[in-house]
């Protein structure tokens, strides 16, 4: 009897091994693959990150430290901040940025948004073609455009100065010659184009039951659907107006408009041409509004990508 006991209650121990043994998952075998795309991510990331890192430490060393190749302040200098703010005349060079960024923004938007929403909801002569036409200007070089804006923009404001009888309206050295000529995007108008081409034509079809029409439905159904792309038009509107420099600088001669880009150049070019870590401090002051955009703007800048044809 007690030989037949310890029989079941060894059999009884062996089938609770084996249940254990099946329900255990089998072993993963390593997926390369994925750790190799992770390695090269990982390597991009580094890249991307390592430069303005080293740009934030230079900005708290000294010269000294500088002159030596420390990779860390011994101890941080924040005064170098507002050492750059106030010799640079950032206050002024900032001011102009937000201003110019501001008009073409507003502008880009009026522009483009009804350009966009006529290439894809409405129907008329020529449409394909003049889409395909503005579609061929994204591969003309931003360089070749330079002096044609430029003889435009001069005729333009000798234009509105003969009209108003004095250089208020003119257009060379004022704000119209920095914002006007950018207001109608191509890529702004292909990217909003290809999200209101996705909505629905049943909404049309209720908006007309309703009795709007074409504007009506614009503001009232497609903008308010359309709010991660404008986020992202507002984005690279934002970044490219904030970051302008070679287009300042021919249209501009003082510096009463001229953006942050310029300031920036003119301080470490003119200004202080040796203090190393002021440049460093006045760059990292111009990059903080792009950075904070971004960080309050990001979903909606990658839905807007992801939702406008452009993901691959």
């Not at 890249?47 to 708290?60: G, N």
């Not at 359309?226 to 249209?251: D, Y």
Request: glycine share 6%.
């Amino acid at each position: 009897m007690a030989e037949s006991a310890q029989s079941l209650e060894l059999a009884y121990e062996q089938q609770k091994l084996n249940q254990k043994t099946a329900a255990r998952p089998p072993r993963k075998s390593a997926n390369w693959g994925q750790v190799g795309t992770y390695f090269v991510l990982l390597i991009g990331v580094l890249f991307a990150i390592l430069p303005f890192l080293w740009m934030l430490s230079t900005s708290l060393m000294t010269v000294g430290e500088i002159t030596v190749g420390r990779l860390l302040p011994a101890q941080p200098l924040f005064f170098n901040y507002l050492d750059a703010w106030q010799r640079a005349n950032f206050a002024q060079f900032m001011w102009n940025s937000a201003r110019i960024t501001a008009i073409q923004i507003v502008g880009t938007l009026l522009f483009c948004i009804p350009a966009a929403y006529a290439f894809a909801r409405m129907r008329f002569f020529g449409r394909n073609v003049l889409f395909g036409v503005m579609l061929i200007t994204l591969m003309i070089p931003e360089i070749v455009t330079l002096i044609p804006n430029y003889l435009t923009v001069i005729w333009l404001g000798r234009l509105g100065e003969a009209v108003c009888g004095s250089d208020v309206c003119a257009w060379v050295n004022n704000w119209p010659a920095l914002t006007v000529p950018f207001m109608a995007s191509a890529f702004t108008i292909f990217l909003l184009r290809q999200f209101f081409a996705q909505i629905p034509d049943d909404l049309w079809d209720a908006a007309r039951i309703d009795g709007a029409g074409h504007l009506r439905f614009l503001i009232g159904v497609i903008v308010p659907l359309s709010k991660a792309p404008i986020m992202t038009v507002i984005t690279f509107a934002f970044i490219g107006s904030w970051n302008a420099l070679m287009w300042p600088l021919l249209v501009t001669s003082s510096d009463e408009w001229r953006p942050v880009a310029v300031g920036l150049t003119k301080f470490v070019s003119t200004d202080a041409p040796g203090d190393f870590q002021l440049h460093m401090a006045a760059s990292v002051i111009m990059v903080i509004p792009i950075l904070l955009l971004y960080f309050f703007t990001q979903r909606q800048f990658t839905e807007g990508i992801a939702s406008s044809g452009l993901k691959g």
